[in-house]
Structures are given as structure tokens and as C-alpha cells.
């Protein structure tokens, strides 16, 4: 368990040591989430875009031969992929419950025989809270969105009481997550952001390193798998995280993944 008043150091502060953990021998995985990580935050889903300096930095990497890059998000696969639209990146999305690598798809079987369950279950969220102001359920297929970033501090309680009623804690085959400012309600099986990397990095080939940079609560499952070699990054102040370092905005992003294709380069 992490201390809830620990916070990841500055990367700027450690550049030489994280170089050093990643050399210019190859064999490195670059994870990525996109909300807040590859593209600012906005106010509803259908709003970001993949930063232009991030678009740039991608590419760069994903040209690199010794570095795979990775989009881990909880959007919809086919979102996800239209958004980052950078040839040559692999893809986890619904949290890793959709993923595409080596040009081929795959759904986590046991997610997939939940989807006529949570059709029922988006009906009774849109006439719970879809009517509060600000909400929005967002249907991903595999997983299901509730979205409050727009609604008014007064009614937030009144949107996760009603998800709750909708889908309790009990629930066998359904759970909530929470997110910023977003209720995830996913099949209740045990995968998530992290299971995804380990999955993919296990079906890459030669990766030896990863690198994972994400500012959400779903992030902190991909920090739990890394291991001491490995360098996890928070984007945002980061009390709580695990990660091993943080910067502080997403506009620090680009400029950092720039710094590591400069490093797998030997150019820094």
C-alpha cells in the first residue's frame, strides 16, 4: 500500500538515473494512457485530441527499432485509435480488455459474454442519472462511462448514489471504478491496465525495460507492475502514486518522451 502523502520526486531531478535505466540498447516499451497524458483534459469525452508536440514525440519513438510504444486507456479501441492515429503503436483499450497488437485484434473472452448485461445495465444508468445535469453515460461496449466532470459539485453525490443503486458493491458480475471525474463500471474480472502491459510486453518481442507515463487512478495499476529496472511517471502532482517520478503538467509530456527518444538515440 502506498503512503496517501507520498509523492513522486521531479524526473527532471533524476535524468541521469533514468537514463541510465534505459541505455541505448533497445528493448524498451513506452506506455502511454491518452486523457490527461497525450491530451489535456476536456470537459466532455468527444472533445480531446493528441497534442501536436505528442504527435511528434510518438512518432519519433515508435521510429526508434529497439522501442515499442503502447496507448493504454480506458476508451473504446476504435476511439483510441482514431484519436492517436500514429502508425505503428500498439494499442490497449476498455483498460486493456481490447487490445491490437502484430495488426491483430483481441477482446478478453470473458469481457466479451458481458455485453448483453451491461446494455441493460447503460438503460437503467441513463434513466437514474442521465438526466442530472452535466452527466453523461457513455457506452464503450465492454465497459460502460459516467461522466461528471460537467455536473454541479451539489448533484455529484446524487450521480454516484445512483450509480451505486444501479450497480452495488455485491454485484457478481459488474464493479465501479472510480476515475477522474468518471464512475467506470467494468465486468468484474481481474484485468486491468497493468495486465494489459504485462500481456503485450510478454508478446513483444526483446523488451527489457518499460517506461509507463500516466496521470489517472486507472494508471496506478500499470505503475504496480514495474519492476525496480522499469520507470513509472505521473503526470500531475501525484500524492499517493506509485510511480517513481512525476511531471507536473501534460505539457511536460512531449518534451519528456522527446528526451527519451533523444537517450535511446545516444543523442542525450
Same mark, same amino acid.
Given at each position: 500500500?502506498?503512503?496517501?502523502?507520498?509523492?513522486?520526486?521531479?524526473?527532471?531531478?533524476?535524468?541521469?538515473?533514468?537514463?541510465?535505466?534505459?541505455?541505448?540498447?533497445?528493448?524498451?516499451?513506452?506506455?502511454?494512457?491518452?486523457?490527461?497524458?497525450?491530451?489535456?483534459?476536456?470537459?466532455?469525452?468527444?472533445?480531446?485530441?493528441?497534442?501536436?508536440?505528442c504527435r511528434d514525440a510518438l512518432a519519433a519513438l515508435v521510429a526508434h527499432p529497439g522501442v515499442t510504444v503502447g496507448v493504454v486507456s480506458g476508451r473504446a479501441l476504435a476511439d483510441l485509435k482514431e484519436r492517436v492515429g500514429v502508425e505503428g503503436v500498439v494499442y490497449a483499450g476498455n483498460h486493456g480488455l481490447e487490445l491490437e497488437h502484430r495488426g491483430e485484434t483481441e477482446v478478453h473472452p470473458a469481457a466479451a459474454t458481458h455485453r448483453p448485461h451491461l446494455r441493460e445495465v447503460r438503460r437503467e444508468l441513463e434513466g437514474r442519472?442521465?438526466?442530472?445535469?452535466?452527466?453523461?453515460?457513455?457506452? *464503450?461496449?465492454?465497459?460502460?462511462?459516467?461522466?461528471?466532470?460537467?455536473?454541479?459539485?451539489?448533484?455529484?453525490?446524487?450521480?454516484?448514489?445512483?450509480?451505486?443503486?444501479?450497480?452495488?458493491?455485491?454485484?457478481?458480475?459488474?464493479?465501479?471504478?472510480?476515475?477522474?471525474?468518471?464512475?467506470?463500471?467494468?465486468?468484474?474480472?481481474?484485468?486491468? *491496465?497493468?495486465?494489459?502491459?504485462?500481456?503485450?510486453?510478454?508478446?513483444?518481442?526483446?523488451?527489457?525495460?518499460?517506461?509507463?507515463?500516466?496521470?489517472?487512478?486507472?494508471?496506478?495499476?500499470?505503475?504496480?507492475?514495474?519492476?525496480?529496472?522499469?520507470?513509472?511517471?505521473?503526470?500531475?502532482?501525484?500524492?499517493?502514486?506509485?510511480?517513481?517520478?512525476?511531471?507536473?503538467?501534460?505539457?511536460?509530456?512531449?518534451?519528456?518522451?522527446?528526451?527519451?527518444?533523444?537517450?535511446?538515440?545516444?543523442?542525450?
Open positions: 500500500m502506498v503512503d496517501a502523502e507520498r509523492r513522486p520526486p521531479r524526473i527532471d531531478d533524476h535524468l541521469e538515473t533514468v537514463a541510465s535505466s534505459l541505455g541505448t540498447d533497445g528493448g524498451l516499451f513506452v506506455g502511454l494512457d491518452f486523457d490527461g497524458t497525450l491530451s489535456p483534459i476536456a470537459s466532455t469525452p468527444d472533445e480531446p485530441e493528441l497534442a501536436a508536440a442519472v442521465g438526466d442530472v445535469r452535466g452527466c453523461e453515460v457513455e457506452d *464503450k461496449d465492454l465497459t460502460l462511462s459516467v461522466h461528471y466532470r460537467r455536473t454541479p459539485p451539489a448533484l455529484v453525490e446524487n450521480v454516484r448514489d445512483g450509480v451505486r443503486d444501479v450497480v452495488p458493491e455485491d454485484d457478481p458480475d459488474l464493479r465501479v471504478n472510480e476515475g477522474k471525474a468518471v464512475l467506470e463500471v467494468r465486468p468484474a474480472i481481474d484485468w486491468d *491496465k497493468g495486465s494489459a502491459i504485462l500481456y503485450l510486453v510478454e508478446h513483444l518481442e526483446g523488451v527489457r525495460r518499460i517506461v509507463y507515463v500516466g496521470d489517472d487512478v486507472t494508471d496506478e495499476d500499470a505503475f504496480d507492475v514495474l519492476d525496480d529496472e522499469d520507470v513509472g511517471v505521473h503526470v500531475g502532482p501525484g500524492h499517493g502514486s506509485a510511480a517513481d517520478y512525476r511531471v507536473d503538467s501534460q505539457d511536460e509530456v512531449a518534451p519528456f518522451l522527446s528526451w527519451v527518444a533523444d537517450v535511446v538515440d545516444g543523442s542525450s
